[in-house]
Nanobody, 114 residues
Framework: VQLQASGGGLVQPGGSLRLSCTASRSIFSRNSMGWYRQAPGKQRELVAFIRTGSGTNYEDSVKGRFTISRDNAQNTVYLQMNSLKPEDTAVYYC?????????WGQGTQVTVSS
C-alpha cells in the first residue's frame, strides 16, 4: 500500500506547514520513517528521518527549521516546517528509510512563494 502524504499547500516565505503521513503498523513499527522531497529538475532527497527509537536526523538546509516526529499509537509521522523558504518548494513524500519502492505515493506539493 502506497503511503499518502498530506498537509502541503501554498505559503509565503517565513510561513509554516505541517505534513502528515500514516502507514500500516507493520511498516511503521519496523522502520525508520523519513520525509523526502523532489524539486523540479532535481533528484529526490531525504530531508529528515526518525528512527523507531525516536532519534532524528536532518539534512543541513532544514536543520533548525523542520522538526520530524512520530506518533506510534497512530502510526503517523509528521514534519513541522517553519521559516519556509522558496527553495523548500518541492513535492514532499514519506517513506521508510531506507526507502521501499512499493511505498512511494503521490506526495504533497509545498510551494513557498510571495
Amino acid at each position: 500500500v502506497q503511503l499518502q502524504a498530506s498537509g502541503g499547500g501554498l505559503v509565503q516565505p517565513g510561513g509554516s506547514l505541517r505534513l502528515s503521513c500514516t502507514a500500516s503498523r507493520s511498516i511503521f513499527s519496523r522502520n525508520s520513517m523519513g520525509w523526502y522531497r523532489q524539486a523540479p529538475g532535481k533528484q529526490r532527497e531525504l530531508v529528515a528521518f526518525i528512527r523507531t527509537g525516536s532519534g532524528t536526523n536532518y539534512e543541513d538546509s532544514v536543520k533548525g527549521r523542520f522538526t520530524i516526529s512520530r506518533d506510534n499509537a497512530q502510526n503517523t509521522v509528521y514534519l513541522q516546517m517553519n521559516s519556509l523558504k522558496p527553495e523548500d518548494t518541492a513535492v514532499y513524500y514519506c517513506n521508510a528509510v531506507p526507502s521501499l519502492s512499493r511505498l512511494w505515493g503521490q506526495g504533497t506539493q509545498v510551494t513557498v512563494s510571495s
